[in-house]
């Protein structure tokens, strides 16, 4: 059922190195070399994920931990992650496999269909369907792609947890297949966005796309003298709002973890004011970690 090849990662090749098309770091690889990602790696001249089918966490969470809030609430959702992440977020609180390679932590193997099983097994547990969440999934999407084809093919539902920092036609692959997404939307900057090794624009295409086709709802997570000012949120919300005013937003209070314990957690009030500025231009906005 695999197929980790397809025709817009074989295009790219310069001399005897080939460029990653999966995200914004156009990684430019020698034979063996891994990209940024520490997933996609050059074999044989083409960019692959070395992550396929190896699962580090796999755990049945209520689907509001997603966060989803307005996609089938009150149910539960299968979810499961691998290690990888294109982007280095100091404050990641799955830096442990968010940060590691293959061979920096460990991992179980899973196939599509084995995973597809299991989601069926569980619905009994009011299972809903596999949610592709705790590291960066986009970083090995094929696994995504071939897993979320056999889940639906059992009647049941995918959820994609995502940075968003992917091509276009990574997501144009996954949306057939995919029924919802959290999408995290770090700030509202580019200078915010280069300091986490992601893009901005690239951010926005990937929402402003992914909601055409599909449930899509946006978290925040609010870091003091960071990504804080009401102006932004501002900013932030009206876009929002420009694409579609019910998408739904959280706004999450930070603690400090990983390479971030040099500041206090997120003030609740301020939280509150943040939510309280994105609700003049959105219908649903939620607070998280308060």
């Known amino acids: 059922m695999s197929s980790q090849g397809n025709d817009f990662q074989r295009n790219g090749t310069s001399g005897q190195r080939t460029v990653c098309p999966v995200c914004t770091h156009h990684c430019t690889l020698a034979e063996g070399q891994y990209g940024r990602c520490r997933v996609r790696k050059n074999v044989n001249g083409q960019v692959t994920g070395v992550n396929y089918g190896k699962v580090t966490a796999l755990m049945l969470d209520p689907i509001e931990k997603k966060p989803l809030r307005r996609f089938f609430p009150g149910n539960m959702i ?10 280095s977020c ?22 599509p269909a084995e995973l597809a ?16 969440t705790y590291n960066e ?13 056999l889940v639906h093919g059992r ?16 997501l144009e692959e996954l949306l057939p297949w995919i029924d919802a ?39 925040t997570l609010i870091v003091p003298g960071e ?22 937003l959280h706004v999450t209070r930070f ?7 040099d500041r206090d957690a997120t003030a609740v009030e301020a939280v509150y004011q943040l939510r309280d500025t994105a609700a003049q231009y959105l219908r649903y906005v939620y607070t998280g970690n308060c």
Not at 90 to 111: D, R, V, Y
Not at 156 to 167: D, E, F, P
Not at 196 to 210: M, N, Q, S
């Open 255 to 261: 603690f400090p973890r990983y390479r971030m314990n």
């Open 155 to 170: 009647g049941m539902k995918n959820v994609l947890v995502t940075n968003g920092c992917a091509r276009l036609p990574v």
């Open 181 to 219: 997404m959290n999408i995290d939307l770090k700030g509202f900057t580019e200078a915010y966005y280069r300091k986490l090794g992601g893009d901005l624009e690239t951010v926005k295409c990937f929402i402003a796309r992914a909601a055409q086709d599909c449930h899509v709802e946006l978290t």
């Open 227 to 248: 990504n804080d000012s009401l102006e932004e949120m501002k900013r932030e919300a009206q876009w929002i709002a420009s694409v579609d005013p019910e998408i739904p």
């Open 90 to 111: 100091p404050f990641c609180q799955n830096h442990e496999i968010s940060m590691a390679g293959e061979t920096g932590t460990a991992w179980k193997a899973l196939s």
């Open 117 to 132: 099983d299991l989601a069926v097994r569980y619905r009994r547990r009011g299972n809903l369907g596999v949610a592709f």
């Open 137 to 149: 999934p986009l970083t090995g999407y094929e696994y995504v792609r071939d897993t979320a084809r």
């Open 78 to 87: 299968l979810s499961v992650g691998s290690f990888g992440c294109n982007l």
